[in-house]
Nanobody
């Protein structure tokens, strides 16, 4: 069984910063891509940033230059550094990872439980 556990969300003022972490644990053979998605009330879940095992990154246009995704493969952990936060960044942020649980297994998507980020004065 695989679990993704997020941490680091909270309330921050506009212009402030937060750092999200997501640690994968359990029966893990290999992790491929990891990333972050978010969902605001009334909206669909959207991609924020992704990172490959080789550290190639991809960002939503709305966060380019403000957010930075990184990972520590030894710790099975992905991070999201969020700077210059705006009220429009308010959402539940979800961690995602593409994981194989054994050498004979295929790749499967796993999701964290979500962490609330609120940007407000």
């Amino acid at each position: 069984q695989v679990q993704l556990v997020e941490s680091g969300g909270g309330l921050v003022q506009p212009g402030g910063s937060l750092r999200l972490s997501c640690a994968a644990s359990g029966s893990i053979f290999s992790i491929n891509g990891m990333g972050w998605y978010r969902q605001a009330p009334g909206n669909q879940r959207e991609l924020v940033a992704t990172i490959t095992r080789g550290n190639s990154t991809k960002y939503a246009d709305s966060v380019k230059g403000r957010f930075t995704v990184s990972r520590d493969n030894a710790k099975n952990t992905v991070y999201l550094q969020m700077d210059s936060l705006e009220p429009e960044d308010t959402a539940v942020y979800y961690c995602n990872a593409l994981i194989r649980t054994s050498i004979s297994d295929g790749w499967h998507d796993y999701w964290g439980q979500g962490t609330q980020v609120t940007v407000s004065s």
